[in-house]
């Protein structure tokens, strides 16, 4: 079922983490984080939304980093209930999609759940002080990859590095709602 996050809350603070990645490196906000920003997205291994955008996400992690801003994903998926998202199938897909970035497993939700994490993908840009200033979407081809598709997310975050400010208009993401333990 398709879901969507709330609109951008312009100065929302990162609350900060330390979480795994696929090779079990620990990684916090400080160090993910670069001189003008982060752009932090939870994904998971079997959305449809994420699999339609998911070997799009290296070259934009490699445009950022010439931006000065710094790429994370993270699934918070339960492997309990849905086992295509475990540790281990992260790393299958990390590796199938070449990434070059960490993703990063938040195994209890914790991270998620504080940030209101709603959906895959979700992404939250920061500016260099960690303060949020985009939860929009990549672009406008939803689960296709339209030619042409205006860059939306690339277009936020070269804005972020340049002034600090994110677009005041933003069109949420959309994708699969995150998949909770069972309580």
């Not at 939803?142 to 939306?152: I, L, V």
């Not at 600090?164 to 933003?170: D, I, L, S, T, V």
Request: aromatic letters at 10%; charged letters at 25%; glycine letters at 8%.
């Amino acid at each position: 079922m398709a879901s969507s996050p709330a609109v951008c809350n312009f100065g929302w603070k990162a609350v900060p983490f330390e979480l795994p990645d696929t090779e079990g490196t620990l990684w916090t906000i400080n160090r993910l984080k670069r001189r003008h920003g982060l752009l932090v997205v939870f994904i998971c291994n079997h959305c449809p939304y994420v699999i339609a955008i998911a070997d799009r996400l290296r070259p934009l992690a490699a445009d950022l980093r010439d931006l000065g801003i710094g790429i994370a994903a993270i699934c918070s998926n339960s492997a309990v209930t849905h086992p295509q998202d475990s540790f281990e199938n992260m790393g299958k897909f990390a590796r199938e999609h070449r990434f070059d970035f960490p993703y990063l497993h938040d195994a209890d939700q914790r991270v998620a759940r504080t940030w209101g994490a709603a959906c895959t993908p979700d992404f939250f840009g920061f500016n260099g002080d960690l303060e949020l200033q985009y939860r929009g979407r990549l672009d406008d081809s939803g689960k296709s990859q339209t030619p042409g598709a205006r860059p939306e997310l690339l277009e936020a975050m070269r804005l972020v590095a340049e002034t600090g400010k994110g677009p005041e208009r933003q069109v949420p993401s959309m994708g699969c709602s995150i998949k909770w333990e069972l309580a």
